[in-house]
């Protein structure tokens, strides 16, 4: 793993934002597709000892991804994304809110932005997480935002490595 790939995390609770921007030592498509495709989604996104278990996804404008964080006792705490916005490799938009197993958002919700690009081999996104609600995104955060971030990050980290040799001949 390169630690001198840029991490910065920032909580602004004065316009209900976070904004993340990382380094990724790994092609741009490899990126675009860690964070597009729930068989790759899974395997990242949950700060371990927790698995993803995505229900559905349908990466299109309007389209959705529901997903439950499954802890190791078997306790699924669900989520619901909506793209509102797809420019392919460079940019995706959507709206994340909690919800319950039937999927009845539990709102106030975020809306994330995510961008991507590519420089001399390395991949920069950028989130910027903006909450409805101070109450929400302090309820995030609560609830390990921060520290779970980080780790799901370690795990992409590490998938991006295993996937980036297996492409090599």
């Excluded at 597709?33 to 309007?62: C, I, R």
């Amino acid at each position: 793993m390169n630690n001198n790939l840029l991490f910065d995390f920032t909580v602004d609770k004065a316009t209900k934002t976070v904004v993340i921007t990382r380094e990724f030592a790994a092609e741009l498509p490899l990126v675009w597709d860690a964070f597009t495709k729930p068989e790759l989604l899974d395997q990242w996104v949950a700060p371990k000892p927790w698995a993803s278990k995505t229900k559905y996804m349908n990466f299109k404008v309007g389209g959705r991804r529901f997903y439950a964080m499954v802890s190791p006792e078997g306790q699924a705490r669900w989520s619901i994304q909506e793209y509102t916005s797809i420019n392919p490799k460079t940019n995706f938009k959507m709206f994340n809110a909690f919800a319950d197993e039937a999927e009845n958002p539990e709102l106030p919700g975020s809306d994330w932005d995510y961008n991507f690009s590519e420089q001399t081999g390395k991949t920069k996104v950028r989130i910027s997480i903006y909450n409805e609600s101070l109450a929400r995104m302090e309820k995030m955060i609560e609830m390990g935002f921060v520290e779970g971030f980080k780790m799901t990050i370690d795990n992409l980290d590490k998938l991006l490595v295993t996937l980036s040799q297996s492409k090599q001949p």
